[in-house]
């Protein structure tokens, strides 16, 4: 990474793995407010590992900040890896939900064909309206925002981001050798903590 990329602020996606704990979500919380980072965007959901949760957080900030904060939500006791990465090294989607008035669906030929340009589905539909779902990344789910305003856009509603990283081999297979290579009689609460720094480096 050079110099210019380095202190250029950019859309990040940090990835948390985490024992689920009552609390934590509000530490995390408290690291990004004590240096006045807005969140855009927070998910939370299990990962691929029983008992293991997954954070996705996209924060708008320079690499050089980005890594001091992923260095300060290890230090977390619940937190077992934390990695960062620009949108380019993800893979990612959001989900949206727009209500449009049924009637205007039913007499506008237009509307429906430019829900079908834009990969909508409906989910409900009511004699007062209709739910359409979109998947995509943010320009396109904004982009159906704009084309549904002028006929009546009843409400929207965006998920979270969830994302996936290209190049890794997966937290899952970290785990797997670590487990191999050292084997132990039964399963400890913390057990990975003590020795993230060799099990968990990608």
């Known amino acids: 990474m050079n110099s210019e990329t380095h202190t250029e602020k950019q ?13 934590l979500l509000n530490r995390v919380a ?3 407010s004590r240096r006045k980072i807005n969140v855009e965007s927070l ?8 008992g293991i949760h997954r954070f996705n957080i996209v924060i708008n900030e320079t690499a050089e900040v980005v890594r001091k904060i992923a260095g300060q939500l ?3 006791v619940e937190v077992l890896k934390v990695y960062f990465n620009t ?30 340009e834009n990969g909508a589905r409906a989910v409900v539909i009511r004699k007062d309206y209709t739910v359409f779902e979109t998947t995509g990344q943010r320009e396109e789910t904004d982009n159906l925002v ?21 190049a890794s081999d997966g937290f899952h297979r970290k785990l797997q050798e670590f487990e191999q290579s050292e084997p132990g009689d039964e ?10 720094e060799k099990v968990f480096t990608m």
Do not use: C
Request: zero cysteines; a negative charge.
């Open 74 to 76: 290890e230090k977390q």
């Open 11 to 23: 859309e990040f996606n940090i990835t948390v793995y985490t024992e689920n704990h009552i609390g």
């Open 187 to 196: 399963v400890v609460e913390n057990a990975y903590l003590n020795s993230r």
């Open 87 to 116: 949108n380019h090294d993800v893979i990612w989607q959001e989900m949206a939900l727009y209500k449009v008035p049924t009637d205007v669906i039913a007499e506008r030929a237009i509307v429906e064909r430019l829900l079908r």
């Open 146 to 166: 704009r084309v549904l305003q002028p006929y009546g856009l009843i409400e929207f509603v965006r998920s979270a981001r969830i994302a996936i990283i290209k």
């Open 43 to 50: 998910n939370s959901s299990p990962s691929e590992i029983e």
């Open 30 to 32: 408290i690291i990004f």
